[in-house]
Nanobody, 115 residues
Framework: QVQLVESGGGLVQPGGSLRLSCVAS????????MGWYRQASGKQRELVAS????????QYADSVKGRFTISRDNTKNTVYLQMNSLNFEDTATYYC????????WGQGTQVTVSS
């Protein structure tokens, strides 16, 4: 069973940037599509970015399009999320998983945007 460990979150001011990493204990090559999800307090978890395994086609939620960039390194079993121009609405716990989700959720990494 693949386990996912997210990291890279933190406290950042509006307009700032963070880079999240998700390391899988096993191979993610078998997952056609990997994604980053987020869950804000009191809200449902939502998919914000995804990437296809081999051809690296990416998709983004409208709320993050143009600001976030997802990438993956299959050789390192790692998925990244570069987040720029962060705003208050980006505050949430961020998780990675396959799309649709098929692996037990990790603990996530907290991103807090605050002045």
């Amino acid at each position: 069973q693949v386990q996912l460990v997210e990291s890279g979150g933190g406290l950042v001011q509006p307009g700032g940037s963070l880079r999240l990493s998700c390391v899988a204990s096993g191979s993610i090559f078998g997952f056609t599509r990997m994604g980053w999800y987020r869950q804000a307090s009191g809200k449902q978890r939502e998919l914000v970015a995804s990437i296809v395994r081999t051809i690296h086609i990416t998709q983004y939620a409208d709320s993050v399009k143009g600001r976030f960039t997802i990438s993956r390194d299959n050789t390192k079993n790692t998925v990244y999320l570069q987040m720029n121009s962060l705003n208050f609405e980006d505050t949430a716990t961020y998780y990675c998983n396959s799309v649709p989700s098929s692996v037990d959720w990790g603990q996530g990494t907290q991103v807090t945007v605050s002045s």
